[in-house]
């Protein structure tokens, strides 16, 4: 089921991002020569019209062969005859599917999971909250005096306070009742509770919502992780390829399959925001030369991006060498 998993997850967000370069430049009228996913020789072809459309033996790549994308075409339905606005949307649109992936995907988790509502679901044995009277079933209205409209109000009052003791106020049977309850200090999660569990519902509104709020909040760790690994407070070394993915999704597995969608969630966003990186061979660095060459007329002639570009693709695969010898010793060979 690993294999299964990770083939699929691999196949489905290389899809997705070269749909999205696909999609766009027909749109545009750019003649596309090749759609094919995964990469090496191909045991399934099909030209249809001006495109051949192909499946290739080993699903870690794909791509979306665009006339004169890598080199100077007199196609005037080609990819570098076409005005910088066009091919900036063409390049800037396989990450901006991987984003919709992700946003859809977290949204598809959140409507699963549900979302916690003020009221609990339960109370757990012998903690503070059943102490003080505290019942399933209750909803929790105030602490301190301060509204809890949503469960993170619970929460969020709950872990900032400062004091040993809070009044919970609840509705119980239509009447409020406050109770006074001790706070215990959880080492684990590194924070106050009372022990109580809320109580889940499902709400398409408030899942489309997550979804956007979660993607926000994962893309702003990942940049983060993107600033430290600039400033060597993260070390390359920490960095994983295909083995370590394979690895991730095998133990992701063992918890269920809606945390495999949240590795592919995880693993989509990853792709939207390196592939939009400013360096040569990526989508980003292509947008720059895009930007660049607006600004400076032809002094950067197609040959020289293009080989610039080449020793971007050089330098990426050094780098996916490296990444995957070091998940090999992580992952299969850790006594080493």
């Known amino acids: 089921m690993t294999i299964i998993y990770a083939i699929l997850i691999f196949c489905v967000l290389i ?63 080609a990819f570098n005859r076409q005005p910088a606005w066009q091919r900036a949307l063409v390049l800037a649109a396989g990450s901006f599917m991987n984003l919709l992936t992700c946003v859809v995907l977290l949204i598809i988790i959140a409507f699963w999971a549900g979302q916690p509502t003020t009221t609990l679901d339960q109370v757990m044995d012998g903690s503070p909250a059943q102490k003080a009277g505290i019942h ?45 309850t001790q706070l215990e200090y959880d080492k684990e999660q590194k924070r106050y509770m009372i022990g109580i569990t809320p109580a889940m519902k499902r709400n398409p509104i408030q899942a489309f919502g997550a979804g956007i709020r979660n993607t926000g909040k994962m893309t702003v760790m990942m940049y983060d992780i993107l600033r430290q690994l600039f400033t060597g407070d993260v070390s390359v070394k920490e960095l994983s390829g295909p083995v370590g993915i394979v690895y991730a999704v095998n133990e992701t597995a063992k918890s269920g399959a809606i945390y495999v969608v949240y590795l592919a969630a995880l693993l989509s966003l990853n792709l939207a925001i390196i592939n939009m990186l400013p360096f040569p061979a990526l989508d980003g660095g292509r947008l720059l030369f895009l930007l660049i060459r607006k600004i400076t007329g032809r002094k950067v002639s197609d040959e020289m991006e293009s080989r610039i570009h080449f020793i971007g693709i050089m330098l990426l695969m050094l780098l996916m060498v490296y990444v995957t010898f070091n998940d090999v010793i992580k992952f299969i060979l850790p006594e080493f």
């Open 15 to 77: 899809f997705v991002h070269e749909l999205g370069h696909f999609i766009v430049a027909k749109a545009c009228g750019i003649k596309v020569n090749q759609f094919a996913i995964g990469m090496g020789p191909a045991f399934f072809k099909k030209q249809k019209g001006e495109t051949l459309y192909a499946l290739r033996i080993f699903p870690i790549g794909g791509f979306c062969a665009m006339e004169g994308e890598d080199e100077d075409s007199d196609d005037p339905r």
């Open 136 to 180: 399933a079933g209750d909803r929790i209205v105030a602490i301190d005096g301060q509204a809890t409209d949503e469960w993170d109000d619970i929460t969020g009052i709950i872990s900032d306070n400062k004091n040993d003791q809070i009044c919970v106020t609840v509705e119980r049977d239509g009447k409020n009742m406050d109770l006074d």
